[in-house]
């Protein structure tokens, strides 16, 4: 490798290092390796000229260092656990995601991945409940949990609001939840909204014998995000929903040091603008990565049908596919071993009806929230029959009976299969 290349070393083995892994697409006239040595520069310990004091020899030590490239532009950057502060997600993304997406040595960059060293992973407190915890809160041992968000997302008074929740637990769904946009909006006040939908809650659970869990959207400026989230816990809540992107990760980590008793429940809203560009930005799997490391017990991670982008026209090609599929990947990370840190409880969601429950569960597993909003609230019985037949569609998946005919015996169900084929 030539000597100009001071941020390359192929023959480097990494140890206690945080490894990226980059995608990268040289600007016009450089070499993959002027751009990867770069990408290496800028996101450790130099600049765009030479520095003096960049010689020293403490200095170079703490280089990041380009130890393998790939013709097709990947790459993979070892970071010296050094260079960060442990239990400091925004400073850690600061530096491996920070200039490097605006740089004219690059036409694009994707941060694709990345391996966290075990001094890194014992700095964060990771979910305070994760999967088992959830369940256990629950009472559902091994099942798909079933939830559904108010609709419509916005508009509804608090009195409606309520009203759909409670039609949406009596029918058989486990959790109910804001949307990422109801916040304390003047027609539907926070403070009322929370006090009627666990009055609903609670009168769900006496009917049906079931724990209900509403997931109420604390999300806003953050004294203000945790004297909503102290409000719920105490009058008695076992969830908070916090739009995880737009509050941004030092909110994030503020509401998961506080230690509160609720559960967290990660709303991924506007993650689109990093992730949708295959070719630049940074992957689901980093923000789901990060926001487990901070500890969060939930999170949205696509459907891989429904929607959202994601979906595949061709149900048969998501099939044949299925390994590569970026959602079920985002899924089996979340519950990937990383010692003292929980796994986290994936969410399904987005345009998502009781004819979709075979495919989600086949490929994502049991431990899920299937989720659906429209799917449940459009149904042409109305929004208990919707949860019904949501739960209907679990039950005949994991009695391993087809949706169809199971459907000839529950009415709700054979008309949801009818009116969204």
Known sequence: MKK???FIDLRYKPKNDLICLFKINPAKGLSLEKAANIVALESSTGTWTEVEKGELDYVKKLRAKVFSIKKSGWIKVAYPQELFEYDNVPNILSSIAGNIFGMKSVRTIRLEDVSFPKSILESFKGPKYGIEGIRKIMKIKSRPLVGTIIK?????????HAQSAYESWKGGCDIVKDDEN????KFNLFENRLAKTLEMADKAESETGEKKSYLVNVTAETKEMLK???????????????????????????LREANFKMAIHAHRAMHAAFDRNPEHGVSMMVLADFARLIGVDQIHIGT????????IKDIQEIE??????????????????????????????????????PFLIKHLGKDLVIQAGGGIHGHKFGTEAGAIAMRQAVDAVLKKIPLKKYAKNHVELEEALEQWN
Not at 230 to 252: F, H, P
Not at 304 to 311: A, M, N, P, S, V
Not at 328 to 342: D, S, Y
């Open 228 to 254: 909503r989230a102290q409000l719920v816990e105490k009058m008695g809540g076992k969830y908070i929903m916090i739009d995880i992107i737009t509050s941004g990760w030092a909110a994030v980590q503020t």
């Open 152 to 160: 419509p997302k916005l508009g509804l008074n608090t009195k409606h």
């Open 4 to 6: 100009e290349f001071d």
């Open 304 to 311: 891989g049908i429904g929607k959202l982008e994601g979906k």
């Open 182 to 185: 109801l916040s304390s909006q």
């Open 320 to 357: 044949e596919d299925i390994e590569k599929h970026k959602v079920k990947e985002t899924a089996k990370r979340l519950a990937q071993n990383w010692g003292k840190i929980k796994p986290v409880l994936a969410v399904s969601s987005g345009g998502l009806h009781p004819g979709h429950v």
